[in-house]
């Protein structure tokens, strides 16, 4: 390993995609696989050892969301760069992974040269994002508040509302307003509605 050498985590739940990510990248000369995590929780406590320059993060992982981490990444190493790797190719969730201090965002089926030359641009401090979401980000720009999208997101957890305001420290009749707005606002006729349409664009 030399100066140059960019260190990189995978976080990856599925163990064959997360092996195979590894062996190609280190294939490389100028990078090295530092560690490798299955689930949230396991992806930030190696961060913190290894201190690699990126993490490459799925989104839907046990224990912790690929947002989740983004986000904690971004908060306890700032100059970790994290870029999801996903199937999931929602608008929303790019947009929530930028939001949450995402560098890149790429769908699975990218070639390994355009992940490695991204993982490179992204170090010397540039952005990548799927040409693909980022036309479809545009066309389909979330509607919902920040307040309104967590409210609607603990509520397709399955939490009512006296448990949601207790969850946010809301009153129960804020609650039902930011639910009545996120309804209204996705033109669905029902709360069970409105988060099918939320969770279909990677909303919540």
Not at 166 to 194: C, F, H, P
Request: glycine residues 6%; aromatic residues 4%; proline residues 3%.
């Amino acid at each position: 390993m030399t100066d140059s050498t960019i260190r990189i985590l995978i976080a990856e739940d599925q163990t064959l995609v997360r092996g195979a990510l590894a062996t190609l990248l280190n294939f490389e000369d100028d990078f090295e696989v530092v560690a490798t995590a299955g689930d949230g929780i396991e992806a930030l406590a190696l961060a913190k050892v290894h201190r690699p320059h990126v993490v490459l993060v799925d989104v839907e992982m046990p224990h912790m969301s690929g947002l989740e981490v983004v986000e904690q990444l971004h908060q306890a190493l700032p100059d970790c760069k994290a870029i999801v790797v996903t199937t999931f190719a929602r608008p929303g969730y790019m947009q929530r992974a930028v939001k949450a201090g995402a560098r890149g965002y790429l769908l699975k089926d990218a070639h390994v040269e355009e992940l490695a030359g991204a993982i490179r641009r992204i170090v010397q401090g540039g952005r990548v994002m799927s040409p693909e979401l980022m036309m479809a980000a545009m066309e389909h720009a979330n509607p919902l508040s920040d307040r309104e999208a967590q409210v609607l997101r603990l509520a397709a957890n399955g939490m009512s509302t006296r448990q949601i305001a207790m969850d946010i420290a809301l009153t129960e009749g804020t609650v039902r307003n930011y639910l009545s707005e996120a309804i209204s606002k996705l033109n669905a006729s029902s709360r069970q509605e409105a988060i099918k349409l939320a969770e279909s664009q990677g909303w919540i």
